[in-house]
């Protein structure tokens, strides 16, 4: 067997002066059957200084062999690989790099399998000799190893390409299969570098064609909020019948409509056809003879209601 001590870890219990550690041994059984384990003692130090020694009892083991089909070279326990974003943009004829990353979880670590020779050159992707960084992370859940690879690359043509899948094989103890992933590499989209800046200047001015579009809208919504404000005020504190007439242009500007519309314009293109119909022969009396206080009461409500029925969220809340 081979065995590795992993690093303690230790915190204060909230509340209360105790310290908890916490450690342990990774195991890498070499041959199946029935063993025991004699674990060395642990030691604690505080300030440089031995003051306990704990004894494990020994540690029985029942091990099971791998499957006569299984390759040596296959690791036993659980791999995954990691790549970069899903697409990348990428410079045709222009070096760059990817990165790829392979970690093995409870795997000993000379068993790793190397991806080197996946990471080939493709029609369109030349990829040159890669870098590798390998970590080992020892801590009480037991032994991670990643290697993560840096491969230079470059496109040599435009479009979208990717190098080949690459394909990881592992035999999962908790299950006892032998599982094969095939993993995807990020997908290039590679330009001409004159044709990067054309896109690059078009997306521009349609930003901000879309910007000073959305500019005016806004403007708009404040406005026309603006002067359907003022109308509703208009006809609240309304005295007399230009009072009443001022609040129908406020509307027409609110809505970007001439000013001076006649009274069955306005109701053509401000209400719908029973308040039309309402509101014809009192505001044709309005525009064309004269109205005293009390014979503008009936036309006021009814245009109130008229205009906040247009925009029930907003105008709810005036009077």
């Known amino acids: 067997d081979i065995g590795y001590s992993l690093a303690a870890v230790h915190q204060k219990s909230e509340g209360k002066p105790i310290f908890l550690y916490k450690t342990g041994y990774a195991i890498f059984n070499l041959k199946p059957g029935t063993q025991q384990l004699n674990l060395p003692p642990l030691i604690l130090k505080r300030d440089g200084t031995t003051t306990h020694h704990f004894y494990p009892p020994p540690l029985k083991l029942t091990v099971k062999a791998l499957p006569l089909y299984l390759p040596a070279t296959v690791p036993v326990g659980a791999l995954a690989l990691k790549t970069g974003k899903t697409y990348q943009f990428r410079l045709t004829d222009r070096l760059t790099s990817t990165t790829v990353s392979l970690k093995g979880k409870q795997v000993l670590p000379s068993t790793l399998p190397d991806l080197a020779h996946q990471l080939n050159s493709t029609d369109s992707i030349q990829t040159y000799p890669e870098t590798r960084n390998k970590q080992q992370i020892k801590n009480s859940s037991g032994i991670n190893t990643v290697i993560d690879y840096s491969v230079p690359l470059k496109p040599v043509a435009q479009g979208v390409h990717s190098l080949d899948p690459i394909r990881v094989l592992n035999f999962d103890p908790e299950t006892g299969t032998l599982q094969a992933t095939q ?137």
């Open 183 to 319: 993993y995807r590499l990020p997908r290039l989209l590679s330009l001409n570098i004159w044709l990067a800046v054309f896109l690059t200047l078009l997306v521009t001015m349609v930003s901000f064609f879309v910007l000073v579009k959305l500019y005016h809208y806004i403007s708009f919504q404040f406005r026309r909020y603006r002067y359907y404000k003022l109308a509703l005020q208009q006809l609240y504190d309304s005295k007399n019948p230009q009072s009443i007439r001022r609040a129908l242009k406020l509307i027409s500007q609110a809505e970007g409509r001439n000013e001076n519309l006649s009274p069955q314009a306005w109701l053509e293109h401000f209400t719908t056809t029973p308040i039309k119909t309402k509101l014809m022969e009192p505001l044709n009396q309005l525009f064309y003879r004269r109205y005293t206080e009390e014979d503008t009461s009936d036309l006021i409500q009814n245009l109130t209601v008229s205009i906040k029925s247009r925009h029930l969220l907003i105008l709810n809340k005036f009077p």
